[in-house]
């Protein structure tokens, strides 16, 4: 399931300015839009576009012509490999120089009818239970721009601490509200006064995207993270858009089961690497350093995390 001469947030002008505005990337220019070029925290070398999200809809309709010649651009480029992100075109299906990964998918839920419809049609009748609970904690529930960053911040640096991973900078955030304009908004939910739940929302070809989002693990059981999307979902029908776009999943986390409850169809995300090397073995992530990083990080002081963060996040693009 795909939407037909569609341009992703990652493929914008606007989040080209996000991304030389908060770290000086060294980016070079390709028929196929701009290749950021960063090095692993061990070392290696590497090269990929829509750094820090998704995939690119730009390889739709590539030739085997055309993949020699980005192989001969990574050539150039001198980097050990190279990450495609798409959801369009497998490229090892095209040219023996590139092997590709499945784990993953996006989610794409289609808005048509309004939020009643998809309420009742769509919406899984467990998932609806959930959310009805979440209803219940009678949350108050804020949309906004930069009066809303602090707290979103707060909610995004905690969860993602909490979950071994480092995040951006309030600057990065910043830059996609000034960016994409009025394309980009801020939702945070609040829990007597606390901010518990947030998601910066990217609006691009009818369908609105979530790229950051995060609840509080303290309030897991509130199903609280259910409003966060049910409260999407009704903002994107009100502005008339065509999908949500619920974002990236690994098909064995439980997070994939969830946004196919909603009723999203899941659409396969191909990310073809080049290596330089020629080795068919992809590139590996979840190795021991990474497990014993993610468990550091953990207990890492928040205040020191959101200090490193954005130097070890701007490497993995």
Same mark, same amino acid.
């Given at each position: 399931m795909s939407i037909e001469g569609e341009q992703y947030p990652g493929d914008t002008g606007a989040w080209l300015s996000v991304v030389s505005e908060t770290y000086s990337l060294d980016s070079h220019e390709s028929s196929y839009g701009h290749f950021y070029r960063s090095s692993e925290i061990l070392g290696?070398?590497?090269a990929t576009v829509a750094p820090f999200l998704t995939d690119s809809a730009r390889?739709?309709?590539?030739?085997?012509?055309?993949?020699?010649?980005?192989?001969?651009?990574f050539e150039e480029l001198e980097v050990d490999y190279a990450l495609i992100k798409s959801r369009h075109c497998d490229l090892s299906k095209i040219s023996i120089h590139f092997d590709t990964e499945y784990n993953y998918s996006t989610f794409l839920l289609n808005l048509a009818g309004g939020p009643d419809y998809v309420w009742t049609n769509r919406v899984s009748s467990k998932t609806r239970n959930q959310t009805r609970k979440g209803l219940k904690q009678n949350a108050l529930v804020k949309w906004g721009r930069e009066e809303l960053l602090a707290d979103f911040f707060d909610v995004v640096s905690r969860a993602w601490r909490d979950l071994g991973t480092p995040t951006h900078s309030p600057l990065f955030y910043r830059n996609i509200l000034k960016s994409f304009g009025e394309g980009a908004e801020l939702i945070v939910i609040y829990m007597d006064n606390t901010a518990v739940s947030a998601a910066i929302c990217l609006i691009e070809n009818d369908t609105i995207y979530h790229p950051y989002a995060a609840t509080l693990k303290s309030v897991r059981g509130s199903s609280i993270n259910n409003v966060l999307y049910w409260e999407i979902?009704?903002?994107?029908?009100?502005? &008339?858009? $065509?999908?949500?776009?619920?974002?990236? !999943?690994?098909?064995?986390?439980?997070?994939? %089961?969830?946004?196919?409850?909603? &009723?999203? $169809?899941?659409?396969?995300l191909f990310? !073809?690497?080049?290596?330089?090397?020629?080795? %068919?073995?992809?590139?590996?992530?979840?190795?021991?350093?990474?497990?014993?990083?993610?468990?550091?990080?953990?207990?890492?002081p928040l205040w020191v995390a959101n200090r490193l963060g954005p130097h070890l996040i701007r490497k993995v693009l």
């Open positions: 290696k070398s590497y390889f739709q309709g590539i030739l085997e012509d055309d993949t020699n010649r980005l192989t001969a651009f979902i009704k903002y994107g029908c009100k502005r &008339g858009l $065509k999908y949500f776009d619920l974002g990236r !999943s690994h098909c064995s986390q439980g997070t994939y %089961r969830f946004k196919a409850s909603w &009723g999203a $169809k899941a659409v396969p990310y !073809s690497y080049w290596q330089k090397d020629h080795s %068919r073995k992809l590139p590996v992530l979840d190795t021991p350093f990474y497990r014993m990083a993610c468990a550091g990080w953990k207990r890492t």
